[in-house]
Nanobody
Framework: QVQLVESKGGLVQAGGSLRLSCVAS????????MGWYRQAPGKQRELVAH???????EYVESVKGRFTISRDNASNTVYLQMNSLKPEDTAVYYC?????????????WGQGTQVTVSS
């Protein structure tokens, strides 16, 4: 059993910053990748940022230069530093991890945390 617990999001003004964290725990042998998706009302869930165990990172174009993903492998924690937030960043943010359990990798998800950016 693997659990992902996210920090609380919040309400922030446009131009502000917010940092999300997510800790994975449970029967974890290794984690291949961790990252964040988001889903705004009426829109499909989209990948925001992704970091591999080798620290290779990817970002969706709309957050490049504003968001930074980082990872602490020792504590199975992934962070998302969000700067220069815009109203269009408003969404529920979901943490995920590709975890090796038993004989294969499986994807696990956090419960989601609301981020609201006011104009």
């Amino acid at each position: 059993q693997v659990q992902l617990v996210e920090s609380k999001g919040g309400l922030v003004q446009a131009g502000g910053s917010l940092r999300l964290s997510c800790v994975a725990s449970g029967s974890i042998f290794s984690i291949r990748a961790m990252g964040w998706y988001r889903q705004a009302p009426g829109k499909q869930r989209e990948l925001v940022a992704h970091v591999t165990s080798g620290d290779s990172k990817e970002y969706v174009e709309s957050v490049k230069g504003r968001f930074t993903i980082s990872r602490d492998n020792a504590s199975n924690t992934v962070y998302l530093q969000m700067n220069s937030l815009k109203p269009e960043d408003t969404a529920v943010y979901y943490c995920y991890a590709e975890v090796f359990v038993f004989l294969s990798y499986s994807a696990y998800w956090g419960q989601g945390t609301q981020v609201t950016v006011s104009s």
